[in-house]
């Protein structure tokens, strides 16, 4: 599982880049065919001088290099296992990397587009909501369509997306109906219409280069059409950028395909966003399935990083 805006911290992956020589090695890869702007990238995050964690031209690369670094060291350590990727938002881009329906040069280009479309974009944010999808469509039917919901992630775990100057009103109208709200970290109001222009522009970039996209080598689970990428659905434009403007779907995308048998999950990305989530699954309830977090925030050294590691190696030759 790789997650998406919302799951950066300060120092997130520093531990792994200063002691983890494959995953340098990946994470300066993506920097080298992100280009222009990588050096500063990388000297604000390793520094902690971004003047915000939250700003999707920051935040967004960042995610993406972290989360492709982790899962190149992930997929060596696994080795044959039966693995399937899923990704939030642009972890979906992320884990369509791995599995190959991006080389990394491209990806690169995508991710400095990406931040590029994002500074442009109209100013916004994010609210992370405990309540159903349904409950949270009645409340904001009152705002008039001045919110939207952005992601449905659990069962009672959405988010919503609105303008920047009706972020302060959709917390008091949700406050006011016992909704508990707590802000994402972001300055832009992703997965919603608000983005449609930069999602639009987006797509004609990619279009342009849609023949270097290939058919993927690895099951990737999608959280945006909340079922298994086929050969079909990788070739168009759309199906890789329309998302940024349009509702992720991981709730329904993890109970459709990852439910039924048991699983192990492992978030390997920064937080523990998707592990939280994860969590409310039968299977994992039940505990047939089990959830593991291997970059937790603020965990400074690497040690979670490596029981995660033996935890889920044991679990394979169990």
């Not at 919901?149 to 919503?160: G, H, K, T």
């Not at 993890?254 to 937080?271: K, M, Q, S, W, Y």
Request: hydrophobic share 40%; net charge negative.
């Amino acid at each position: 599982m790789l997650p998406g805006q919302g799951s950066q911290f300060a120092e997130m992956g520093v531990p792994l880049y200063e002691s983890d020589t494959r995953f340098r090695r990946a994470l300066d890869d993506f920097f080298d065919a992100y280009g222009p702007g990588a050096e500063r990238l990388r000297h604000e995050w390793l520094h902690h001088e971004a003047d915000d964690l939250g700003r999707g031209s920051f935040a967004q690369p960042l995610l993406f290099g972290i989360n492709y670094a982790a899962g190149v060291v992930w997929l060596k350590k696994l080795g044959g296992a039966d693995v399937t990727l899923i990704g939030h938002s642009v972890g979906e881009l992320a884990a369509a990397t791995l599995a190959g329906a991006f080389d990394l040069e491209l990806a690169g280009a995508l991710l400095r587009k990406r931040a590029e479309l994002l500074d442009a974009a109209p100013r916004g944010g994010m609210i992370a909501c405990r309540s159903t999808e349904n409950e949270l469509r009645e409340h904001l039917g009152e705002l008039e369509g001045r919110a939207f919901i952005a992601a449905e992630n659990a069962d009672n775990q959405c988010v919503v997306s609105c303008a920047e100057e009706d972020l302060p009103e959709t917390m008091r109208h949700l406050g006011a109906r016992r909704v508990t709200c707590l802000r994402v970290g972001s300055t832009e109001p992703f997965h919603s219409p608000l983005l449609g222009p930069a999602a639009a522009e987006f797509e004609r970039f990619l279009a342009g280069r849609g023949h270097l996209l290939s058919p993927v080598r690895l099951p990737v689970i999608s959280a945006y059409s909340a079922r298994r990428v086929s050969d079909q659905e990788v070739v168009p434009a759309w199906f890789w950028t329309r998302q940024m403007a349009e509702k992720v779907n991981f709730w329904e995308a993890l109970r459709r395909n990852c439910d039924a048998a048991p699983h192990t999950f492992v978030e390997i990305g920064p937080g523990n966003i998707l592990s939280m989530a994860t969590r409310r699954l039968p299977s994992v309830r039940t505990r047939r399935s089990t959830v593991v977090t291997a970059m937790p925030r603020h965990q400074r050294d690497t040690s979670h990083w490596k029981s995660a590691m033996h935890e889920v190696a044991e679990v394979l030759e169990g």
